[in-house]
Nanobody, 119 residues
Framework: VQLQESGPGLVKPSQTLSLTCTVS??????????WSWIRQPPGKGLEWMGA???????YYNPSLQSRISISRDTSKNQFSLRLNSVTPEDTAVYYC????????????WGQGTQVTVSS
């Protein structure tokens, strides 16, 4: 499975961060798969942000629940992240990830994309 993140590298405070993950070699509707977004702020650990599973259901980190939305475009085999009302604390490398075969694992990762929140 190959994953590739794309989206703006710079977002202004209070605006919305939008990223897309393009998936190759496995359908995002494949039964039992969960497709995750994970981020790593500078100098900090990894944070699981949320996931969309094969049937379109979404699950979010409670700490981001009020600001996050994950959606998908099955025709393009993509899933997307939207994070509203960003602050400089949302500056991070953002990754999308997939399980080895099925489930909630994060065995396959995209290369990551740097997003900086700054005016």
């Amino acid at each position: 499975v190959q994953l590739q993140e794309s989206g703006p590298g710079l977002v202004k405070p209070s605006q919305t961060l939008s990223l897309t993950c393009t998936v190759s070699s496995r359908s995002i509707t494949a039964t039992g798969n969960a497709w995750s977004w994970i981020r790593q702020p500078p100098g900090k650990g990894l944070e699981w942000m949320g996931a969309i599973i094969y049937n379109g259901a979404t699950y979010y980190n409670p700490s981001l629940q009020s600001r996050i939305s994950i959606s998908r475009d099955t025709s393009k085999n993509q899933f997307s992240l939207r994070l509203n009302s960003v602050t400089p604390e949302d500056t991070a490398v953002y990754y999308c990830a997939a399980p080895l075969t099925l489930g909630w694992g994060t065995d396959y990762w995209g290369q990551g994309t740097q997003v900086t929140v700054s005016s």
